[in-house]
């Protein structure tokens, strides 16, 4: 903020007030500056001194803070005489001048005279204006001012006819505006209701003023020689507080026509020029950062001013669904107003234009908050997007539509509460060109005390014909479930009032769900299609509590339990209240009757969760759901599930009966294993056994490196999930690995997957699907051979693979631990038996062994290529950075297949217990 002279100083700014100003500073007013014009008669400018003095009275009753905005100016020093001059301010200067000296008048005694002896408050050069002020600070005429002001208060005359009278007063006083402004403004503290101060609390309201800043002001001053004529010259050049840019001027006095001409209804003082220059220009004003000098505060102000008023006319021209100028320049914007002024008639849009403007402006100069939300609209010229995402327009449209139904201006508060609903609408992935539905919706939530209230009173059906909400809107149309959001915004704006809660009683869910939907809460507590009741609300505040926990939640564990709740409430008897039978869950996981009913315990968060479209299958599956969702949150809240003592308790309470032994459900309860509520489960009617899906990568190079599913027995899948988890074998289901790669060019390339794991790679592992066991080896000799009577060295590789093969049957496991080779095999339910193969003593592993020394021994033995010709090679050559490398695969090959017959049985019946929360 520094002006560009090379004879001005750092600049010093603090919240100041008058009585703090005039202890330090002498003020004179500059000359080139017009006369104290706030005591004037003229509407506009009465107007505008009513509302100060309001203002001033208000803060001083009720204490609270009035701020003046900026005074800035220069000061000087003559010795210890510190003078400030002025550049903007004077004219509150001055009425804050006349406050402090008429609430000094009527204080206690004393309090006069050491006001007097203040510094002086002058205008340079205007001698009757000086002479009127150096009369009020004349201390010993404080009796004489009261009894007029008494007076007067008394009978008809005014106070001017009154002092008139005065022999003290001169006539040439009544040709100084400043003097009739002083005299007018003070009588507007004696004798006008509306500003009428009350002398019997003046000591008060002068104490206040004395030794706080109640009202206050930014004070910056800058320190400059000859600050007398620095000051003059700025406000000449900067043309009072900053407003000079000639085009701007032209745009206003253009637009300041044109909103003549639409009649005469419209009051001079509420024209949208006139507002700008007495207070809009302060919205503005206070973006300016504090540092920029008076010029750049100037042109930031204006430009702002030129893109919100450029801006308005691309939003409503875009809104009436006429031609969109999304690249309108100034030159092409003052074409369009000063055509528009050209004509005899004036379209309505400018009237609607003014009118936009002046409730907005209205609206943020009354609501610091709002202005933050608004500063896009004036940053930069407006392109419209095919979302709305950033809520400019839909505040926008609702500040100007609140305004006109409801003759009062918004507050932050409503916004906020307009851009919650619009949240949960999914409002930012509308793709909108004329905001055609955005419209509506502002248009007529205005109608209500608040968009809360519209939702409330609005019938779900209603409303979503208001909004012109089907299947032909282009602007919804990626929004698949909006009828489902207002329907639900509906229901849940009506509970909030019948509550008398705070709008966001539903927020914490609302971002739990990851789509601002608890439809589904709506829907179990019966309020969803029904109508809504106190006890279904109250029945809905508890299920909320269990939905803080569970709904969407990110936590493993509470994942976990939810299942297992769903689960079992999945199986619950509704009628009777408890739990079904073993082979009544058994059989009925495989149910394929009816929406939902196979694997009816499977559950994944989108099931919360339903679009428009009722017919739809996930649709129909997600109400299957919500049933289930009922029973465990009735489950939990009836029985105090929230206790973790009670929860255990309960649970195994529910699989007490020894039937259950054979429940595949009871298992999955008592682990921890999401795969057990994740993965397909199944019931084979012949054999009477439970099948789960297990997704594994055997022989995954022939499925594109993709996964594949194999039905499994459900026990024996429990018990490979125990082994591991109890440290009994450290990997399970491995089934590949790579090795050496005939094809390769290095001995060390293992790039080849084939089936099998090498022996002695995996020390204890268990799998599901089968076992297949393998030896590999390889070696590199250099043999030589001779080649045109020369002797040379060649380099070749060896290689060989040995299998061991178990066999598969998908009701067992198969593991290998110290040698040994067992098979788990499930009978019906959880009981199994072992058998045992123990290659540590077999003739196959005994083979192998003797293979591997073969191989050993005949290839140490090697001297030269002809060597390797009297034995059983597959060979190829090939060549690698310009040499010939031959490799050699053994063909003596050894495969076994060992059958379960080869295999000892243990001769014990075992089964799989409870190992946790139902032990």
Known sequence: M???????????????????????????????????????????????????????????????????????????????????????GQQRLTFLYLLHWYLALNSAEGEFARFCELKSFSYETRNYANEFFSFLRIKDNKEMWLNIFKSCDRNKLTLLEHIKLKAWFKSQ?????????????????????????????????????????????????EFAKDAEHTASTNYIRLNARGKQLDEFENIKAILSLLENKLGEEIKENQKFVYQYDQKFIDIFYKECSEEKKLEEKTKQINDKTLNLLMNTYILLRSIRGEDKDEHITFDAYYSIIYSEFQKDDISEFWREYFEFLNILLTTIDGDGGIQKRMTLFWEHIYELKTNDSDNLVSNLRYIYYYYKSQQQYVNENKLDQLDYVLLNLKYGDWKQTGFQTIELLAQYSAEYADVFEFFAQEKPDEMIAKLNVHTDNREITDVDDIKVRIKEQCIKASIIRRLNEDYKLFASLEVKSGKRQIQYLLSISDMWVNEITKEKIDCLLRYMEVAERFLCSEINQEKLLWKKLFAVASYWDVNNNYLLTSSMINQQISDENETGKQNVHYWKDNYYFINDDIEHK???????????????????????????????????????????????????????????????????????????????????????GGWVSWKCNYFATVYLFDQINNGSFNENNVYDSYVWDYYGKSLYQRSNIVDGVI?????????????????????????????????????????????????????????IADGKVVITEFLRGNSYKQYEYDLNISTEKQTIKEKENDFNRIVKGYKNIEDTRQDNWDKRSYSYNSEDIYKYWYKDKASFQIEKEDFVSLDVLQSIECTHLLK
């Not at 500059?30 to 706030?38: E, F, G, K, T």
């Not at 009670?646 to 007490?656: A, D, E, G, I, M």
């Not at 595949?664 to 309860?669: C, G, Q, R």
């Not at 790679?761 to 590999?776: A, C, D, M, T, V």
């Open 2 to 88: 520094l002006i560009d002279n090379k004879d001005v100083l750092t600049i010093s700014k603090q919240e100041c007030s008058l009585y703090k100003l005039i202890e330090e500073y002498n003020i004179c007013i500059p000359a080139i500056q017009r006369d104290y014009v706030q005591g004037l008669d003229e509407v506009s400018i009465k107007y505008k001194r009513i509302r100060m003095i309001r203002d001033v009275k208000e803060s001083l009753q009720t204490r609270k803070k009035l701020s003046l905005n900026i005074v800035y100016g220069l000061h000087e020093d003559e010795g210890d005489n510190f003078i400030f001059y002025p550049i903007d």
């Open 173 to 221: 006083w009544l040709t100084d505006t400043t003097v009739i402004s002083i005299i007018n403004v003070f009588s507007d503290f004696i004798d006008n209701p509306e500003t009428k101060i009350d002398i019997t609390k003046a000591e008060e309201f002068y104490d206040q003023l004395k030794t706080s800043t109640l009202i206050c002001f930014d004070f910056l001053s």
């Open 618 to 704: 996930d649709n129909k599956l997600s109400e299957e759901k919500y049933k289930i969702i009922k029973i465990a949150y009735d489950n939990w809240i009836a029985n105090d599930l929230s206790d973790k003592l009670q929860r255990k308790v309960w649970l195994k309470n529910q699989f007490s009966d020894s039937a259950y032994e054979a429940c595949w459900l009871k298992y999955a309860i008592d682990r921890d294993i999401e795969e057990l509520f994740d993965n397909n489960v199944s019931y084979d009617d012949a054999q009477g056994t439970v099948h789960i899906d297990i997704k594994h990568s055997y022989n995954k190079r022939f499925h594109n």
């Open 759 to 815: 022996f002695d790679s995996y020390p204890k592992i268990i799998n599901q699907f089968g076992l297949r066991l393998l030896w590999e080896g390889r070696a590199e000799k250099y043999l030589s051979y001779e080649q045109g009577g020369s002797i040379w060295n060649l380099r070749s590789f060896f290689g060989y693979m040995y299998y061991i093969s178990f066999p598969y049957d998908s009701n067992s496991t198969i593991s």
